[in-house]
């Protein structure tokens, strides 16, 4: 599985963005898929997943009700949606695919969000 991040970009403090990470091949809809970031100087860290069928979701606590994960599985792509953004926000937003939600096989590029004060 081969993974495409992208909409990163600047953003104001309290705005929104919308990520995607499109995936190639006919498997996409067996994987679960996560997004991790990484700030600059930090370790990644999850941000949140979502299983193969979409029917399990987990988040970060420190973006709980501010950020959705989301997937089609006819686009073969997951989504990202940020709300509500703080300049904390700010790393590069990475996706990866697993044979469920504990398990990151594949990785994308990784797409930079800065959000601004």
């Known amino acids: 599985v081969q993974l495409q991040a992208s909409g990163g970009g600047l953003v104001q403090a309290g705005g929104s963005l919308r990520l995607s990470c499109a995936a190639s091949?006919?498997?996409?809809?067996?994987?679960?898929m996560n997004w991790f970031r990484q700030a600059p100087g930090k370790e990644r860290e999850f941000v949140a997943g979502?299983?193969?069928?979409?029917?399990?979701?987990l988040y970060a606590d420190s973006v709980k009700g501010r950020f959705t994960i989301s997937r089609d599985n006819a686009k073969n792509t997951v989504y990202l949606q940020m709300n509500s953004l703080k300049p904390e926000d700010t790393a590069v937003y990475y996706c990866?695919?697993?044979?469920?939600?504990?398990?990151?096989?594949?990785w994308g590029q990784g797409t930079l969000v800065t959000v601004s004060s």
């Open positions: 091949g006919r498997t996409f809809s067996s994987y679960a």
């Open positions: 990866a695919a697993g044979v469920n939600l504990s398990a990151y096989d594949y």
């Open positions: 979502i299983s193969s069928s979409g029917g399990r979701l």
